[in-house]
């Protein structure tokens, strides 16, 4: 499969020794599959949906309301992905983009960052999600929550603190509110850098938790199947 990875962000060049670009991060939890990157946050699209077969949405660090012209051209583009019936998977920013785009409502979490390992709770099941799991842990770094669903939408994960931790919308979109790609050293460097702006409080709760296990490499596998299937 050609899948679109649409990059929304980079790496800053002081974090690229740890794990490369955020593009390189998805080719080492996707490597069975084949990535074409557009850099999007610098105005490089895609054609038209119909030029690959599927899309992968990176976090970003800006938000998906922010009136600047590349993220405006992403939402019209996400409308034709789903229209197209292209599969779609967005991470974080990529999963705030879907719920944005497609007719819900996205804003700042009342309960203010999610950062660290958090663990998210199954809410429905589906036949790509295998192994079958009730729980997985993956790492999160966001401010940002989808707070109403587009229509045809399926909560899919929930945390005790996001609702919407991942959803899909009708059969080909699905969104995953944490970061599946990013490795440990790398959030844990970017979540260091982060302290005065999170708080030193929440910095260290979160880097406590660091050292609970990660499903990233399961949670991969329930992409790949999406993608796939």
């Not at 490089?44 to 922010?66: I, N, R, W």
């Not at 998977?89 to 979490?109: I, R, S, T, Y």
């Not at 406590?208 to 991969?220: E, G, I, N």
């Amino acid at each position: 499969m050609k899948i679109g990875l649409l990059e929304c962000d980079h790496v800053l060049e002081k974090f690229r020794p740890i794990a490369g670009d955020y593009s390189d991060m998805f080719r080492a939890l996707f490597p069975s599959l084949e990535l074409v990157n557009y850099d999007v946050c610098n105005g490089h699209f895609p054609a038209s949906p119909h030029e690959c077969d599927g899309y992968l949405v990176t976090g970003s660090k800006h938000s998906v309301y922010d009136e600047v012209d590349w993220i405006l051209e992403l939402k019209a583009f996400v409308k034709a992905i789903y229209e197209s019936g292209r599969k779609y998977v967005g991470v974080c920013f990529g999963h705030q983009m879907l719920g944005e785009a497609l007719g819900g409502k996205v804003e700042k979490a009342k309960t203010g960052w999610h950062v660290g390992v958090h663990s998210f709770d199954v809410t429905a099941k589906e036949d790509w999600m295998k192994p079958p799991l009730e729980q997985f842990n993956l790492l999160m770094s966001c401010q940002d929550q989808v707070v109403k669903l587009p229509e045809n939408s399926v909560v899919l994960a929930k945390t005790p603190t996001c609702p919407v931790a991942m959803f899909r919308v009708g059969e080909n979109m699905l969104g995953i509110q944490a970061h599946p790609e990013f490795p440990k050293p790398y959030a844990r460097a970017l979540l260091e850098s982060r302290r005065e702006r999170i708080g030193a409080e929440l910095v260290e709760a979160a880097l406590k938790r660091f050292d609970l296990p990660l499903t990233d490499r399961v949670v991969a596998q329930w992409i790949e199947r999406f993608l796939e299937k």
